[in-house]
């Protein structure tokens, strides 16, 4: 069985792996499993039912393995979409078809494994609401009590969502950094460990079975250029690491490129990869909320991301997501929702800027189901 230590992003302090520890202690950044002693990333735990390459997880036994089906997500080739676009292939993967709707349910699936492991009987998370949602639903199957801290302006599809699942929920008015020091507060006051799924390093742990999928449903002819939506960046970080560590198993000759495609009004990862000052304007806002992240903690690694793979972030506005929200409906009928349909609006762009690579091949990660936000016509 492997160890796991948890280490600094930044500065490499090891630190002891505890839900409770959610940054560096010297320097305050997030922190990152790393898995040591017996075999390392060779060993590692396979989820029941799984069949490809070892994943290296940080759950111990299968007793604790809080799993709800996630994971095993379709790639369908958008043939209609690829020629208009001009490239040689265009794959979708369904991630709103995980268990409650959007990607989340593979990072929360691992977090709240290692929740159990470690014997937590309460957690609080923030969200925008498909994380929460997704805890909330991950929590009632592994029998812990979830506070979900929600914008009050969040859908109320995603909202009714969270409750349903019985985790007690706290509307908060104003922003969503206004919802997240709520959650913090909350958690300080009752001695409650903060879920964060956004700092949480066994989120991203997750997130890495969305690379070992395509590895196992491409081999090692996956896609050279994949694109997504990206706020906080946990499947763009995720997705990054399970491919890096495909690669030193010798199992991925090459690597694909990682795009990330954020909304104009905020836009902080594409702002810093193109090298300018951005602040978020004061009221401004996106239909796309999963991405509406003004400040994310894990902005250094997304941009380590970008430059190791070669990928670009782009900021598109809300006429062109609200444009692919009702074109990827009505051209491919796949309805995703207006977070997962910036990623096209990114795509277009990328595809006529020439910035996909020889081979035509790309794939968009589609996130989060239609019926969870539907914007205003
Ligand atoms: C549907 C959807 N897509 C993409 C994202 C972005 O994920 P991340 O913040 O981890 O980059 C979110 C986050 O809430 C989401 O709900
Ligand atoms: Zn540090």
Redesign the pocket.
């Given at each position: 069985m492997p160890h796991t230590m948890l280490r600094?992003s930044?500065?490499?302090?090891y630190h002891m792996p505890d839900m409770k520890t959610l940054g560096?202690e010297?320097?305050?950044?997030p922190l990152d499993v790393e898995y040591i002693g017996d075999g390392g990333e060779q060993s590692g735990f396979r989820p029941p039912g799984w069949t490809g390459p070892n994943i290296p997880l940080p759950v111990h036994t299968s007793d604790a393995f809080v799993t709800l089906g996630e994971g095993g997500t379709p790639c369908v080739p958008l043939t209609n979409l690829s020629k208009s676009l001009g490239l040689t292939d265009l794959i979708a993967k369904l991630e709103f078809m995980n268990p409650t709707g959007s990607f989340k349910d593979r990072g929360t699936s691992i977090m709240m494994s290692v929740a159990r492991e470690q014997g937590v009987r309460e957690i609080v998370e923030d969200s925008s609401g498909n994380a929460g949602a997704s805890v909330s639903a991950y929590a009632a199957k592994a029998g812990i009590k979830a506070h979900i801290f929600a914008p009050a302006a969040a859908p109320a599809a995603k909202l009714q969502q969270i409750k349903v699942y019985g985790a007690q929920t706290h509307a908060i008015e104003g922003s969503r950094e206004d919802t997240a020091r709520a959650a913090v507060d909350y958690c300080a006051e009752r001695g409650l460990v903060y879920a964060s799924h956004n700092l949480s390093p066994y989120f991203i742990e997750g997130t890495k079975t969305f690379a070992y999928e395509l590895f196992q449903q491409f081999g090692d002819g996956i896609p050279g250029d994949i694109v997504m939506p990206v706020g906080n960046g946990s499947l763009f970080i995720g997705a990054w690491k399970g491919f890096s560590e495909l690669r030193r198993a010798d199992l991925l000759t090459s690597m694909p490129r990682l795009h990330a495609v954020q909304a104009s009004a905020v836009m902080p990862l594409a702002a810093a990869y193109e090298g300018v000052e951005w602040k978020r304007e004061p009221g401004s806002s996106t239909i796309a909320g999963g991405i509406s992240v003004g400040d994310p903690p894990r902005l250094k690694q997304c941009l380590r991301v970008l430059q190791e793979s070669g990928g670009v972030a782009l900021a598109v506005d809300d006429d062109a997501i609200r444009d692919w929200h009702r074109r990827l409906a009505e051209v491919e009928g796949i309805y995703a929702e207006p977070t997962s349909a910036a990623a096209f609006a990114g795509l277009e762009r990328l595809a006529a800027e020439g910035r996909f690579g020889k081979d035509g091949s790309v794939l968009v990660a589609v996130t989060g189901f239609g019926l969870k936000d539907a914007p205003p016509a």
């Open positions: 600094c930044e500065c490499q302090i560096c010297s320097c305050g950044a």
